[in-house]
């Protein structure tokens, strides 16, 4: 079941994938591909197959691959074991026909309710944490910001040491829900070394001293020193700090690889933007009704009562996105928005439970530059690059969306619909990533509005 999409970059720098623990029963290159970061401090990226982020998926299977990321967090935390859906992930990921909706039904109805603090990390794993947080049925979402909002008092913030944009911000509505007892639960996609979810747990623990945290992520590739470190984190704080995750093992690096990474982007990043096609398909706007008083996501807390509101409502506006596509849809790539993620791929969800005989992707936009080769064994095949359009606090800047503009010689998407909140609903949307989606397929764009302070 192991994939091409990490060979490309195997044969030109000798960075591979090796497995570790496969605790579902997948090891970690059924879950990772392989691409080069356009970033000085580290020369590989891992794209994950069930994120949603970089690559577009079935959103069952991420969001699938998240609630059981979240069953081994409620199993951990309750200490027995947790309900594993054996083999259903193994054949989402080879995409067996229903595989990935089986895996999702499986694990759709928590297991709990668990009470418990749930904090997701920006941008990538928004979702991620999200669907950990579903998992549990009890539990309290908060996911960290690079996005400032008028009215809303920082929580605290911390630093991502290896990230691109490395100010985070933690922005609850009530804090009292988030600053209370209770184990807490950290959430991202990837723990490389640990030290990000380290410094965060030290943070929190000056605040409020808790006895449980857990550390959850799709893959785990921490080296001995690291988890040496965070034994003796715990014995300093005098607190339990446990690790789950889908898979583990670690990349092999090979001498000189951040050298050979940079040359390797200043080679091909000539090469690197995906060319458009000189033709412009329509775009039109859906009314998706969305519920007064429903947050957009976790930037500013996510309870589980919002949780049985956006249930109810999912598959009306799944019906609206549905009828504004048209009945000859048969591929359609629903794409969300940097940290607005646990929306869209809920909205690609249900929308893919509303049209059956098509296949339903998704994905979203991220700030992460990253070289795009168009080869079967590389993750990234395609890239666009447009201007920020939400009024960024570190000002305007480069945006990517990977993997939406087909490869050459394959088909594309003859839909597309775009989730956007209304902060990034600009003129320099339409001017930039519009402009260049529409060259691609029909557009449908779906706003939904952010949350604000009363």
Avoid: C
Avoid at 9 to 18: E, H, I, N, T, W
Avoid at 138 to 151: E, M, Q
Avoid at 171 to 178: E, G, S
């Amino acid at each position: 079941m192991t994939h091409l999409h990490g060979t490309w970059v195997a044969a030109q720098l000798g960075v591979r994938l090796a497995d570790g623990a496969r605790p579902v029963g997948v090891g970690l290159a059924d879950l990772v591909g392989l691409a080069v970061r356009r970033n000085p401090k580290r020369a590989h990226l891992l794209v994950s197959e069930v994120l949603g982020k970089h690559v577009p998926t079935d959103p069952r299977l991420v969001y699938g691959s998240g609630l059981l990321l979240g069953e081994l967090v409620r199993a951990r935390l309750s200490g027995d074991e947790p309900s594993r859906p054996d083999g259903v992930l193994a054949e989402a990921l080879e995409g067996v026909p229903g595989a990935a909706a089986r895996l999702r039904d499986r694990l759709r109805a928590p297991q709990g309710p668990v009470d418990a603090i749930v904090l997701g990390y920006a941008e990538t794993a928004t979702a991620l944490g999200h669907s950990v947080a579903d998992a549990l049925g009890g539990a309290y979402y908060l996911h960290s910001t690079r996005r400032p909002v008028a009215g809303f008092s920082t929580y605290g913030g911390f630093e991502e040491e290896h990230s691109h944009a490395t100010s985070h911000l933690l922005l609850p509505a009530a804090p009292a829900a988030f600053d209370r007892d209770g184990p807490v639960v950290l959430v991202d996609d990837e723990l490389s070394t640990g030290r990000t979810v380290l410094n965060t747990i030290e943070a929190l623990h000056a605040v409020r001293r808790r006895r449980h945290y857990v550390l959850a992520a799709l893959v785990d590739l921490r080296a001995s020193s690291d988890r040496v470190r965070m034994d003796e984190l715990a014995a300093r704080l005098g607190t339990r700090i446990d690790v789950v995750a889908l898979a583990g093992g670690h990349v092999e690096l090979p001498e000189g690889v951040l050298e050979a990474g940079k040359a390797l982007v200043e080679d091909l990043s000539a090469a690197g933007l995906t060319p458009l096609p000189e033709r412009e398909f329509p775009v039109s706007w859906v009314e998706l009704g969305w519920p007064a008083g429903l947050p957009d996501g976790g930037r500013h807390g996510f309870l589980p009562e919002h949780r049985r509101v956006l249930e109810k409502e999912l598959p009306r506006m799944a019906d609206a996105i549905a009828a504004g596509l048209g009945p000859d849809a048969s591929r359609v790539l629903v794409l969300g928005f940097e940290e607005l993620m646990y929306t869209p791929l809920r909205l690609a969800e249900a929308l893919a439970d509303a049209l059956p005989a098509a296949d339903v992707r998704y994905s979203t936009t991220t700030r992460s530059p990253v070289l795009a080769v168009d080869d079967p064994g590389y993750a990234i095949r395609t890239r666009l690059a447009f201007p920020a359009h939400d009024d960024p606090a570190d000002g305007p800047g480069e945006r990517y969306a990977y993997n939406v503009a087909p490869p050459r010689g394959e088909d594309g998407f003859d839909r597309i619909v775009l989730v956007v909140d209304d902060p990034g609903d600009t003129a320099a949307l339409a001017t930039g990533l519009l402009a260049q989606l529409r060259t691609l397929a029909p557009l449908l764009v779906a706003t939904v509005p952010a949350r604000r302070r009363a």
